[in-house]
Structure formats: structure tokens, C-alpha cells
């Protein structure tokens, strides 16, 4: 709690805490689909979901300075708010940013309330850093948009009620300039979503493929080939949306865990665990700092842009790096006598972070284009038509 925050807004956080302390204390250990559904119609019932959202489309219409509030409040709890995190923090502010006022007072209530849940399908099996070769097409048929392809690495997909999908609209320009962003449901007869397991055992992301499904044009998100520059958009917010949810939830194998268990093993006056945890204790706080800058810089309206890289190239780097301190100060206890297996979980996640919301090459790359202003790395196939590309399915048929 700062002293200089006006009274208030401690009175707000305060609130806020007792009201998360009380609905918190109800929840089982392990919160299912049904339970974090309706934690979110609470939080939103108690005022607590969008709080700096317009209030036409289901928001708090509050400041910043009540949104940090009430995440500082939150930071102290285990909120089973996860599988809604694509939707708030991508979705929704891609369509506050650029959806029309009848896509938004059609999904941001409800997104807020916890009653939908979404997904972001971009990545494909041939395009991941470079998603802008996806070959997923939709072709225009009288009112809908017919939609066919594959997408994979699909987050909470299965769970998902609708998502955003970026799809081939006109493959006779370059490959930028043919997409076109939509809102796809997710329950349309025709798509098909199947798990995938990730080496913490569970199935956290999946493939998806779509035979035929018809969207209607109305779900258009953003200009008809104008999805190159929707999906940057929901990117922007993804990577800030990683880093601050990130700085939001525990870490299992934070330097607070790490201190305590290497405190229960008798460790503590070892010079290299000493040296270890502070290095890891500075990276955690100059991490939390910036997270949180930019938190109100959003929260302000200044977009971080490709700032946000920053954050997220922070995280994947700080998440790799306190998993090998885990592994180094508890040794076989990482995995033989943790804390309910939450450190050996953290490790096998840890490397995803490096790829999941674009790569750590691709953070650099664009660190050191658009934030550094470092020569460009040359891209010879921005002008050339799409449909003359050599890649994925294409680049096979090409070389029979
Ligand atoms: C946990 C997790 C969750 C995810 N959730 C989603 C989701 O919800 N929706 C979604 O659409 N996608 C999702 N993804 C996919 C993610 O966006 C992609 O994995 C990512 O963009 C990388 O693409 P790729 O896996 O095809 O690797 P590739 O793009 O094939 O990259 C392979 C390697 O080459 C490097 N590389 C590629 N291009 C360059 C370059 N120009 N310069 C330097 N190095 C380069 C990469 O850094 C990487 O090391 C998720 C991934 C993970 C791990």
C-alpha cells in the first residue's frame, strides 16, 4: 500500500481485498470449468471484472488507478481466472480497439460475466513466427464467409465458446495484405478441435481444423483483408497481456518459494544458494517494476507497442532462468519432494513461455528493429502474391 494514494483508493483496495478473501476462502483446492465460471459472475457482480471498460459494453467505466488497485489486492490470491485470460486480455481489447458497436455489446458483457470463453487461432503447422503465410481460407458466399484449413497450439480451445481466427482471403496479393480477421464459434458444426499433450502431462493447448464452416460476414473483425494489421493488434495486447497476468499470478518457482525451501533444507548460508536467490530476487523486482509501468501506461491509453516485447522477452527469460535455480538449489528435490509437484510443473512449462505469444528471436527481432531502431531484417517476399510463395503445402506441391 502506498501512503500517497488518495483515501479512496485504499478504501477501494481494501474493499476489494476483503471481498477476495471471503470469496476465495470458498473455493476448492483445485477449481474446475464450473467453479471459474462462477468466480467470474461474482467478480463481475462485485464490480470487479473490466473495471476501466466502458460501461455500455459491461465495464466498471473506473480509472487506472482503481484497476491497480484492485490488482494489488488480487496479487496476494490464487484467482481461477486463467482460462478466461485469451478474452480479456487479447480478444476483448482487439475488439474494443477495432470491432464494430454491434460486436461489442454482443461479446464483451458476457466476457466479462464469465459466460464465454475465447480462443486466438493464428498459428498454423506452417506458420508460427511467420503467421502471416497461414493458409487457412475463407471464401465469400453470398452473406457468409466459408472457412477451411487448420490451426494449431490453440490455447483452452477445447474449453473455448468462440475465438478470433485470422484466414486467406485473397491470395493473389502478398501475403500481408490477404487475411482478414473473425469471430468464429466454436460449437459451428464443422470445427474440430482435438487436444494436444505439452510435457507437463496436460493438455493445455490443441489443433483445430475447419471443414466448411460458415461464418457469417457480420463476424468480420476489422476490415475484410485488412487482418494483417487486426492481428498485430490482438499480438500488441497479447505480449503486454502475458507479462502483466504473469506478474499477477504466483510463481511456483519464484524467489519467495525458492527462499523458503532452500530455508527448510538448512541451505541458507550458502554463499552460491545466497548468490543465486539475490540474483533471481533483482531480476523478479526489476521485472515486477516495468510490468507494472507498463500496466498503467495501458491502463492510461498509451499503447506499449512494441515495447511489450520487452515485458514478454523478460518473462520467457525469468521463468527459464528461476526454474534452473530451482533446479540447482533443491536439486532431486525439484521433482522427489516439492511442493505438491508446482516447481517440477514450472520447469516443464518454463520452455513454452520461450515460444507461446512469439518467440524469444522473434521478441529480439522486433526489440531491435522497431524499439532499438536497428537495421531491418531483409524480408524478400513482402511484395510477391501470396498464391507465387513457396510455403507450407504450397512449397511441397511446388517441388513434386
Ligand atoms: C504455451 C503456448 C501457447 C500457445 N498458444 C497459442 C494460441 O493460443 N494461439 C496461437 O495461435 N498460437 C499459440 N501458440 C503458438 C506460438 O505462437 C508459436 O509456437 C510461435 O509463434 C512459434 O511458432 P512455431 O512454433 O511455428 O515455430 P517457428 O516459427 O517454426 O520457429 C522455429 C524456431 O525458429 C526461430 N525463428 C523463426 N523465425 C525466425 C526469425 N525471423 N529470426 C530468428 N529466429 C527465427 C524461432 O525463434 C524458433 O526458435 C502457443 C505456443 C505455446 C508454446
Redesign the pocket.
Known sequence: MTSTSPPDIDEYRRTARAWLEARTAGLPPDPGLDDARAFMADLYDAGYSGITWPVEYGGQGLSAAEERAFQQAASDFTLPVGVFG?GLGMCGPTLLSIGTEEQKRRHLPPLLRGEEIW?????EPG?????ASLQTRAVRDGDHWVVNGQ??????ARQADLGLLIARTDPDVPKHQGITMFVIDMHDPGVTVRPLR?MTGES??NEIFFDDVRVPAENVVGEANGGWSAAVTTLLHERVSIGMGAARTERPASFAALRRAAGERGLLADPAVRERLVDLYLRERAFDLLSAKMSQEVKAGIQPGARGSVVKLLLADLTLDSADAASEILGPDTVAHDDEGRIARALAWGP??A????????MR?IIGDRVLGLPR?PQVDRAVPFKDLKVGTQAKEADR
Open positions: 485469451i480462443c486466438q487461432m493464428f498459428s506458420a508460427g513466427s511467420d503467421v490451426k494449431v497450439w490453440t490455447s483452452v505439452d493445455h493447448f513454452g513461455m515460444l507461446g505469444g512469439g518467440t524469444n528471436e522473434i527481432n531484417e
